[in-house]
């Protein structure tokens, strides 16, 4: 399907014969192998929704498909049909030259498939071996065989190249590294069909290239891997083969070699984007909104000192390990220093955390930015704390309308139900902030 538009530039459509032909009625290796997945004519409808229209897609043995397209355009729903967990309306799927007619998780994960999502459905309380050795379908009684589990974390995470202490508690990981515990445990269970939903939405430049070398090997090695991604240089960087979809088609697919950034974002969107900087960036005039002098956390970071100015943006960054994140979580009081101090709008502050005018976005923001068990308008509650019935009550107690001290906030003795879900909501409440508690302290980056 090509618009106009894209007949105008010359793009051509997915079933053209110029550069990118659909998928042949049975697309065979070199060698004559079947590919590990293909997809024919899927189509899904959610209400007046078409959220798939007759889309095709062939995964080939060993390779890395990137799949790419705006928020939207249907990509996770196409995996979510190939993992098993939505059905079809029509169309088929193939894994390994075998048609799949009643699809579901269990038999996609017994024909290989394992799926990576954003969340990365891992277990923050268990060690790492214990989440690569875990096996769903085990009795939820089952304990998981500890020296079996072990030797399994070792060997999978030995063929990602990894140094991950197998006996290290999950949670206290960095986001980076709880990417890699989930492919080492999709290797271990015997997964040969690996579909990443974007695994590097949340990591540094330093931590994509790692991904990346891993996801290389493995791949060497025969897994095959369906690769969903925002960010076109890694795409371009890793795939062997890219397909683009766009309000629920294919418009594109082929060789990665016939793909550049441009024109991928060009076939994501139908138009051309062009990078434009701000024609007007305010020149820094007197005190900054924001200053930090001389923070220092232990052997984490030392001596920091910085300036945010009202309508400027401040970049930090650095390698994995620098301290950069933990400077951003102390600057925002989530942590505390061991010197320096804090000074907003030139009066020094004991802490920000709590107030209003700064808020922090986690680099994990669903299980560290979200309550996923609120609804949306819960979610946006948390930022003013004082608009709530417990605030208010709070503060008509101190009697003098300000803001209490952490910990001393507590919810009426019957909260409404919606509050009643989540003892996370009493616990964001008696800090101050939205941030979750955490039972042990997670080692940030």
Not at 164 to 177: C, K, M, V
Not at 365 to 386: C, H, K, M, Q, Y
Not at 387 to 404: F, H, I, Q, V
Request: aromatic letters at 4%; hydrophobic letters at 40%.
């Amino acid at each position: 399907m090509t618009s106009d538009r894209d007949a105008e530039a010359g793009v051509p459509a997915a079933g053209s014969a110029e550069g990118t032909p659909a998928p042949p009625p049975d697309p065979r290796a070199d060698d004559g192998s079947a590919p590990a997945i293909r997809c024919v004519q899927i189509s899904k409808t959610f209400g007046s929704v078409k959220a798939l229209d007759a889309v095709d897609l062939v995964l080939r043995r060993g390779t890395v498909h990137a799949l790419v397209g705006e928020n939207g355009s249907g990509k996770s729903t196409l995996t979510k049909i190939i993992a098993g967990a939505y059905a079809p309306d029509s169309g088929s799927v193939w894994i390994d030259g075998v048609e799949l007619t009643h699809l579901t998780p269990r038999v996609a994960i017994e024909h290989g498939v394992r799926v990576i999502y954003q969340d990365l459905a891992l277990f923050p309380n268990m060690t790492v071996a214990e989440n690569i050795g875990f096996e769903g379908g085990r009795s939820v009684l089952g304990r998981v065989p500890r020296q079996r589990a072990r030797a399994a974390a070792e060997e999978a995470l030995g063929r990602l190249g990894s140094r991950i202490d197998p006996d290290i508690r999950l949670g206290d990981l960095s986001t980076a590294e709880r990417q890699l515990v989930a492919i080492a445990r999709a290797v271990s269970s015997e997964g040969d069909i690996i579909l990443m939903d974007e695994p590097t939405a949340a990591l540094t430049q330093d931590e994509i290239d790692s991904l990346l070398s891993s996801v290389r090997n493995l791949a060497a090695t025969g897994v095959s891997f369906i690769f969903i991604s925002h960010k076109l240089r890694e795409v371009v960087e890793i795939a062997d083969d890219v397909s683009v979809i766009r309000d629920g088609a294919l418009i594109a697919t082929g060789r990665a070699s016939d793909f550049d950034t441009d024109r991928i974002s060009y076939l994501m969107t139908g138009s051309h984007v062009v990078n434009v900087r701000r024609a007007h960036v305010p020149e820094p005039t007197g005190r900054p909104v924001l200053a930090a002098r001389g923070i220092s956390l232990g052997d984490t970071f030392a001596d920091v000192s910085l300036d945010l100015h009202v309508g400027r943006v401040l970049g930090l960054s650095g390698l994995v390990g620098c301290g950069k994140t933990s400077i951003g979580l102390a600057i925002a009081g989530l942590i505390p220093v061991d010197s320096g101090e804090i000074r907003f709008r030139g009066e020094r502050v004991d802490s920000m955390r709590g107030r209003p005018e700064l808020q922090y976005v986690p680099d994990d923001r669903l299980t560290e930015g979200l309550f996923l068990d609120w609804s949306i308008a819960e979610n946006v509650i948390p930022n003013d704390l004082r608009e709530t019935r417990a605030g208010r009550d709070c503060r008509a107690r101190r009697g003098n309308g300000s803001w209490p001290t952490p910990g001393a906030v507590a919810w009426p003795s019957r909260p409404p139900p919606s509050k009643r879900r989540s003892a996370r909501c009493r616990e964001a409440t008696s800090s101050g902030c939205c941030w979750p508690a955490r039972s042990r302290p997670r080692r940030w980056s």
